[in-house]
């Protein structure tokens, strides 16, 4: 096993960070990695913003939760699916292209190509000794978000990452078993064996959770799943996203 694939396996996120900045050159190289990430037909189709006023910080921070990490870390990052440099191509090389950004497929795109980048991104900084945590949280109020960083239509900010010196590091939280989420050649859809698998994996979550809260949880991942599913979350981002350009054809 080679330092790269420890650093993959040994991921947690962390939500305490020291009071210390990136440095510029941090920064750089985070975002420079980011960027060496695959990118569906060279398009692109991302923008990251950092954010470093205090201001801005705090803001997100409640918008997400609060999240008390979201400002208090070495810096934050929000990632964007992003088709409005694209657009602007449109009209520069007189071509058009509104169709094909309003398209599911260029929607696609443009998360799949800003994951990556993501991913590229915490591996670069977990590798550097940092901590990250992506902050879905940012998706409660994208409306409000979108104002206070100034995107342009076309432009969705899809989910935050706190990156700084860890404060302390948590267990790593144990995954799904392999056989659950690798199948070979077909979906495995027997009922019994996923059955099982799961019930494993609720065995193992739930340990980890005795063990991490000294006896006061003991959750099942089943039924962590089951709970969350049950209710209403952000249903509103359909008509978002549709009201900046994207997912319309």
Same mark, same amino acid.
């Given at each position: 096993m080679n330092e790269t694939i420890e650093t993959i396996l040994n991921h947690r996120s962390i939500r305490h960070f020291k009071n210390e900045p990136l440095t510029n050159e941090q920064i750089r190289t985070i975002i420079s990695s980011a960027q060496a990430a695959s990118t569906s037909s060279y398009i692109q189709a991302y923008t990251i913003i950092g954010v470093k006023d205090p201001a801005k910080k705090k803001r997100l921070a409640e918008?997400?939760?609060?999240?008390?990490?979201?400002? &208090?870390?070495?810096?934050?990052?929000?990632?964007?699916?992003?088709?409005?440099?694209?657009?602007?191509?449109? &009209?520069?090389?007189?071509?058009?292209?509104?169709?094909? #950004?309003?398209?599911?497929?260029?929607?696609?795109? =443009?998360?799949?190509?800003?994951?990556? =980048?993501?991913?590229?991104?915490?591996?670069?900084?977990? !590798?550097?000794?940092?901590?990250?945590?992506?902050?879905?949280?940012?998706?409660?109020?994208l409306e409000s978000v979108s104002e206070l960083l100034g995107l342009p239509d076309r432009v969705v900010p899809l989910?935050?990452?706190?990156v700084g010196i860890p404060e302390s590091h948590s267990d790593v939280k144990p995954r799904l078993p392999m056989e659950?989420?690798?199948?070979?050649?077909?979906?495995?859809?027997?009922?019994?064996?996923?059955?099982?698998? #799961?019930?494993?994996?609720? &065995?193992?979550?739930? =340990?980890?959770?005795?063990?991490?809260?000294?006896?006061?949880? !003991?959750?099942?991942?089943?039924?962590?799943? =089951?709970?969350?599913?049950?209710g209403k979350k952000r249903m509103y981002m359909k008509e978002f996203v549709e009201k900046k350009g994207f997912n319309n054809r």
């Open positions: 918008l997400a939760g609060p999240q008390s990490y979201v400002e &208090e870390n070495g810096h934050f990052f929000v990632f964007c699916a992003d088709l409005y440099r694209h657009e602007k191509i449109g &009209e520069w090389e007189n071509a058009d292209v509104i169709p094909s #950004l309003e398209s599911t497929e260029k929607f696609m795109v =443009a998360v799949i190509d800003a994951s990556l =980048a993501a991913q590229n991104a915490s591996i670069a900084a977990e !590798s550097m000794g940092l901590g990250i945590c992506y902050i879905g949280g940012i998706r409660n109020d989910f935050g990452m706190a659950t989420v690798y199948h070979e050649d077909s979906y495995n859809v027997d009922e019994a064996s996923i059955k099982e698998g #799961l019930d494993r994996y609720d &065995e193992t979550i739930s =340990a980890y959770y005795h063990a991490r809260t000294a006896g006061k949880r !003991s959750d099942r991942w089943t039924a962590q799943m =089951a709970k969350m599913l049950s």
